[in-house]
């Protein structure tokens, strides 16, 4: 098949004194993301996305929580591996639309930066990197700052 597509979601609690990683970078807010490695949740979809597309399982077989060498590790690592897997397997990215689901802090002005950070870890062009974000009206998990969740969808092309 010379196209395949992924679908990623994550999910990570909020926490005082964590910092908020998303998409690569930090972002300043009261509460930050808690997780066994870093906690990026979007870069995690984005890891999923890309192993679904390319039938090589998900984040959790590949990169395990119960596995100490993963222990506050940067996400970008893990994202860099999954693209040289992704590689590996014969796969290039086409493109990655995402989108990050927080209700605070607003997270546009952070965007470009997110953008630059993903397409220059995974060597692509930024205008293949579409990063999107919103709120749940106050609903749920997210609408109580409880946590954040993000989803991606990847294309990948047989090279």
Do not use: W
């Amino acid at each position: 098949m010379p196209y395949r597509i992924g679908i990623g979601y994550d999910v990570h609690k909020l926490g005082v004194g964590q910092d908020l990683n998303l998409g690569g970078i930090v972002i300043p807010n009261d509460k930050g993301t808690i997780g066994h490695s870093d906690a990026d949740v979007l870069i995690h979809a984005i890891i999923d996305a890309m192993l679904g597309a390319a039938n090589l399982g998900d984040i959790g077989s590949l990169f395990p929580d119960s596995n100490s060498k993963y222990k506050e590790i940067d996400s970008k690592i893990l994202l860099r591996e999954t693209n040289k897997l992704i590689q590996r397997s014969g796969y290039s990215i086409v493109n990655i639309d995402s989108t990050l689901c927080l209700q605070t802090p607003k997270i546009k002005d952070y965007i470009p930066e997110m953008k630059e950070k993903l397409s220059s870890v995974l060597a692509i062009e930024e205008d293949q990197v579409s990063v999107k974000a919103t709120t749940t009206e106050k609903l749920g998990f997210v609408g109580r700052q409880e946590g954040v969740s993000a989803q991606a969808v990847v294309l990948l092309e047989k090279k």
